[in-house]
Nanobody
Framework: QVQLVESGGGLVQAGGSLRLSCAAS????????MGWFRQAPGKERELVAT???????YYAASVKGRFTISRDNAKNTVYLQMNSLKPEDTAVYYC??????????WGQGTQVTVSS
């Protein structure tokens, strides 16, 4: 098990930027695939972006070109840089860790609110 703690959420105007961070507890962080997911009120949790242990990235179509996922294995941290934010990006954002496409370690979530 790896413990994950997100930070960096907040309130921002449309068109603004935020950077989310997720700090992991385990020294084997570099071997984990990491992902960012989000859940808006009344909606199901959806995948936002992932980064493999080899730093291969994947983005949902709705955020491609606006969001960037990255990782710093020396700091056991994964980041989500979010630019050109839209009101529809408003959600609780969760960091997750796992292997392959199976994410079984989750953070507590951080709220991102984008005002129009």
């Amino acid at each position: 098990q790896v413990q994950l703690v997100e930070s960096g959420g907040g309130l921002v105007q449309a068109g603004g930027s935020l950077r989310l961070s997720c700090a992991a507890s385990k020294r084997t962080f570099s071997s984990y695939a990491m992902g960012w997911f989000r859940q808006a009120p009344g909606k199901e949790r959806e995948l936002v972006a992932t980064i493999s242990s080899g730093s291969i990235t994947y983005y949902a179509a709705s955020v491609k070109g606006r969001f960037t996922i990255s990782r710093d294995n020396a700091k056991n941290t994964v980041y989500l840089q979010m630019n050109s934010l839209k009101p529809e990006d408003t959600a609780v954002y969760y960091c997750a860790a796992g292997f392959g496409a199976v994410y079984n370690n989750w953070g507590q979530g951080t709220q991102v609110t984008v005002s129009s």
